[in-house]
């Protein structure tokens, strides 16, 4: 088995929480002693982030490797949070590895994050690429652009950057390959074929003013999953366990019936 790093807290049902691109498990810092009073939490740090090790993942399959590589150091039957990348992440597990899912909770996600023929509620790949080529050239630097662009359309921008600030500080050291692979998912990966293939529930939570993954996205989710709900929380952007921390929690416990 590949190891990664998982932080385990709790008792109850297992609670899986993955982290999007440029963070780590820390972000669940704010409701993790909440939730660990009702789930035993698997708290995830994607291969690359954090502290687990960056193995070669790269190319047409980087997603899929990735997936595979998380679902060996799953318990069966968990519910699976994840948040932007974590959701595809999330996602894709349900689609490959189903035995390991009870239910997904999918915060701020999408099947696509780059714009694809018809489907326009994504970035244009030409903005990403060129992200990608400011990455190239200093990588602290086009994360602290990409953090702007996460807090934009909340209430409580300055709030949000000091904390996210915090996830990319020295103490918080980040693997530019381990990054670089999730860039290329990002790129990559369009999920839209396959979604109506999740047999799991889902409970989707998005902010109305995500400026990453429009809130569209997500209606488009809603529409294509067959057992779903939709959660659209109001004056929040991209980070709503961050920004909107109680709400986000209820929701949490009203999806799972705590």
């Not at 297992?14 to 009073?37: K, N, P, T």
């Not at 790949?125 to 630097?141: A, G, P, Q, T």
């Amino acid at each position: 088995m590949r190891k990664i790093h998982i932080e385990t807290q709790g008792e109850g049902p297992d609670f899986v929480l993955l982290h999007g691109w440029g963070m780590h498990s820390g972000i669940w810092d704010c409701i993790r002693s909440e939730l660990a009073q009702h789930f035993r939490l698997h708290l995830v740090d994607l291969p690359g982030h954090g502290s687990s090790p960056t193995p070669w993942l790269q190319g047409p399959n980087s997603l899929k490797n990735m997936t595979e590589m998380i679902g060996e150091n799953l318990p069966e039957h968990s519910i699976i949070c994840g948040w932007s990348i974590g959701g595809q992440i999330a996602m894709k597990l349900s689609l490959d590895l189903a035995e390991k899912i009870d239910k997904l909770i999918l915060v701020s996600t999408t099947p696509s994050f780059i714009q694809r023929g018809d489907w326009i509620w994504a970035m244009e790949k030409n903005i990403l690429e060129s992200f990608m080529k400011n990455f190239d050239l200093d990588y602290v630097s086009a994360l602290n652009r990409f953090l702007t662009l996460q807090i934009q359309g909340d209430i409580n921008t300055i709030f949000l950057l000091r904390k996210l600030r915090k996830f990319i500080s020295r103490e918080h050291k980040l693997d530019e390959n381990g990054l670089k692979i999730g860039l290329e998912i990002i790129l990559t990966a369009d999920l839209r074929r396959n979604i109506k293939n999740i047999n799991h529930p889902v409970t989707l939570l998005h902010g109305k003013n995500d400026a990453i993954v429009p809130l569209e996205a997500a209606k488009w989710l809603y529409d294509n999953l067959g057992n779903s709900e939709l959660i659209i929380l109001p004056d929040c952007g991209h980070i709503p366990f961050l920004s909107h921390t109680d709400q986000f929690l209820s929701s949490i416990f009203e999806a799972t019936r705590i």
